[in-house]
């Protein structure tokens, strides 16, 4: 049997409706922007193979690193032991973190690490006697897909057969110029009972790659720490240079009290995520009281092999050629917006940093499950581009390493889907 076929006999695939899905891509190896397929056809992946490589696929520096590990410690229980390679990527990473944070908590992935910054704050308030069970999230936010992220995400069909088990959580708008006092007000009216704010700064992914501006965060973070609120930035799929900075949060006079990443964090090699908190947070918890620990903990926290491919992804991220990179594809980006912005079937268009989104238009029909999304994902899949849609939003999300000739060639291939599809 071909991949294909084994693959259909024994795999349950995510996102996925199995009864009518595409036939699954057997992938067998991938070199830079590219992945090749059993057949020897070539794909750019233009959207990071779920936001994750951001340096390109199978980079030798990592592979390297990695190797090298295995022959080392492949892995140790992280309660009551530690090592040298979680402990260093901790030293490395907390500096580069907007504002103060200084300790990190590693979890397993970008849904954990947003659980454990819930699990931090809601104790928080009960360990120092004050307990606040509320919590802030943006509609249409996507935090994840185990409970606590689901409740903190906005209800869509992704929470839908879940909705009566997830617990209470106040919604707001993305802020703007029309509503950012009444939001600030709520905020403020809402103090006593809310224990944090979490939001994915800049850019709301999953919800149609939603784009707000930095000032209006802001607002609503100096609101916050008026109300004693604390901040979760979940900087899962922004981290790492997604949004022209290192973090979406540099962008930020007001910093938040604990970071999510995940994704970006190895460069896409492996799973890990990381939590980090400032020290107040931090000290809630140090206690005689063993009733105030943080009981959390996964079989895989801070894997060796994961944190020294996260280091080795620091390394390249860290060169100068990257941030070159970053921005050149900024600008790029910026150029073709401009091109194609009065495209009458552009419903909207929308960039920061190397995220660029298309919405195209479709009458009423916007949603998730459009029927224009597996039009759009095979019309691309037939040019050898791997871009996934949001119904009816595609994106570019791009590994650094892609070069202007293959982003012409995915621009140039959108240019002719607006005049085909």
């Known amino acids: 049997m071909s991949l294909i076929e084994r693959d259909k006999k024994v795999i349950w695939h995510p996102y996925t409706q199995m009864k009518n899905a595409l036939p699954h891509i057997p992938i067998v190896r991938g070199a830079g922007v590219y992945v090749f397929d059993e057949n020897g056809r070539r794909y750019i992946d233009a959207v990071s193979s779920w936001w994750v490589n951001i340096h390109g696929h199978a980079h030798p520096h990592i592979a390297k690193k990695v190797a090298a590990q295995l022959n080392v410690l492949e892995h140790v229980i992280f309660a009551g032991f530690t090592h040298e390679p979680a402990v260093l990527l901790a030293e490395r990473l907390l500096p580069l973190l907007p504002g103060k944070q200084d300790k990190v ?20 308030w009960n360990n120092k006697g004050k307990p606040k069970t509320k919590i802030l999230a943006f509609k249409n936010a996507y935090h994840g897909d185990t409970f606590g992220a689901m409740s903190v995400s906005g209800r869509s069909i992704f929470t839908d057969a879940f909705n009566n088990l997830l617990f209470d959580v106040e919604f707001i708008d993305l802020p703007n110029h029309d509503n950012i006092e009444k939001l600030k007000t709520k905020i403020l009216d809402l103090k006593s009972d809310v224990a944090c704010f979490i939001f994915e700064p800049l850019i709301l992914g999953s919800g149609g790659m939603l784009m707000y501006e930095a000032k209006y965060l802001d607002a609503l973070l100096s609101a916050c720490k008026e109300a004693n609120i604390l901040a979760i930035a979940d900087e899962v799929m922004t981290g790492f240079g997604r949004t022209g900075t290192y973090f979406a949060c540099e962008k930020l006079d007001n910093k938040p009290d604990i970071f999510c990443l995940s994704k970006g964090l190895t460069g896409g090699t492996m799973p890990l995520g990381v939590t980090t908190c400032t020290n107040e947070i931090f000290d809630a918890f140090l206690s005689d009281d063993k009733l105030k620990t943080l009981y959390h903990g996964h079989s895989f926290t801070a894997n060796p092999i994961a944190c020294v491919a996260s280091l080795a992804s620091l390394d390249i991220l860290l060169e100068n050629e990257t941030l070159e990179n970053i921005k050149r594809i900024e ?3 910026a150029v073709f917006l401009e091109e194609i912005k009065s495209h009458s079937k552009v419903k909207a268009i929308r960039q920061t940093g190397t995220i660029i989104a298309i919405e195209w238009e479709t009458g009423n029909e916007t949603s998730y499950l459009s029927n224009l999304r597996n039009l759009l994902y095979t019309y691309f899949l037939d040019k050898g581009i791997i871009l996934r849609p949001l119904g009816n939003i595609i994106y570019i999300l791009p590994p650094y390493v892609i070069s202007n000739e293959d982003l012409d060639y995915i621009y140039d291939a959108i240019k002719s889907a607006l005049e085909e599809i």
């Open 105 to 124: 908590f590693y979890t397993d992935n970008g849904s954990t690490a947003v659980e454990v910054a819930l699990k931090m704050c809601l104790q928080y």
């Open 331 to 333: 600008a790029r980006h």
